[in-house]
């Protein structure tokens, strides 16, 4: 068993979460489910499952995080960044534990990155933006995740990582409705982390430069293309381009969802800020004459 505590994130995920927690049996010395209000089962199953429950009121994904890794008493040397709907296959508990035993006494590793295997409407996807690796393990006091309303990547604050071969599942049983209504909470923090970056409100955390490179093209390249046409130019790009055609049925409704609808819902959302803005400047300019 490795030097590993697992955390994880749950509102609701009953449909998930004893699949999560089984597939790190025997792997994670220790897991902590950091719940935030569920009203199903999750919290029931994750307790009869061997987890450590915690509730907190939940504002965004990197502040319920790092609240985990600050108040759960967390003892082991790593920590794992586990969502409900992503497995560890035996494979990968067995090449993971092998890295952090080399690595364990060496100032220079720091954390482990993997890629998924992204499975939609029952499907593994192969090609297209389904293809994401994260950092997914650091070492305890070193690895946090990033203060950032939404695409929040786990950072090292000194240190670098490795990569492992074989990768997790990333399989969400949850449906298309369940899927909507999780991408329309993403859409409002990326606009509130965008209208941020516009007022010169972040800070950017030195991540490693894979990730410095994407952010980049984000608000150098995607954001400054016209709006709305810069959601079907990226939805084109990562169907035809990156061959998201050859996963058939299913990633042609990822890819819509994924690059078309939930970019466009980005846009309108910073649309509506901006308007919404603008109106209320008017008011208070129509008040003080």
Not at 28 to 55: C, M
Request: with cysteine.
């Amino acid at each position: 068993m490795a030097d590993l505590t697992a955390i994880v994130l749950t509102k609701n995920e009953s449909k998930n979460i004893v699949a999560c927690l089984e597939s790190i049996k025997g792997f994670a010395e220790r897991v902590v489910v950091v719940d935030s209000g569920s009203t199903d089962k999750t919290v029931e199953l994750a307790q009869k499952h061997g987890a450590d429950v915690f509730i907190n009121k939940f504002d965004y994904y990197a502040q319920q995080f790092n609240w985990g890794i600050d108040n759960t008493s967390i003892t082991t040397k790593w920590i794992l960044r586990l969502d409900a709907d992503e497995r560890f296959t035996t494979e990968l508990c067995k090449e993971a534990e092998m890295l952090m035993a080399q690595h364990a006494d060496e100032d220079d590793v720091n954390g482990i990155t993997m890629e998924a295997w992204l499975y939609f409407l029952g499907k593994r996807l192969k090609y297209g933006a389904s293809k994401k690796r994260k950092l997914m393990i650091f070492k305890r006091g070193i690895g946090r995740i990033e203060d950032r309303k939404r695409d929040a990547h786990s950072v090292l604050s000194y240190g670098r990582s490795v990569a492992l071969k074989e990768r997790f599942i990333h399989h969400d049983f949850k449906d298309i409705n369940s899927f909507i209504t999780k991408y329309n909470y993403y859409a409002t923090r990326e606009m509130e982390d965008y209208i941020a970056y516009k007022k010169g409100n972040t800070s950017e955390i030195q991540t490693d430069k894979k990730i410095q490179s994407t952010r980049k093209k984000k608000f150098g390249l995607y954001y400054k293309a016209p709006r709305f046409f810069r959601a079907w130019l990226w939805f084109v790009y990562n169907y035809y381009f990156r061959l998201g055609f050859l996963d058939g049925k299913e990633g042609y409704i990822y890819h819509y969802f994924e690059c078309y609808w939930y970019r466009y819902l980005v846009d309108a959302k910073i649309y509506e800020f901006e308007k919404k803005s603008i109106e209320e400047l008017e008011k208070l300019k129509a008040f003080n004459d």
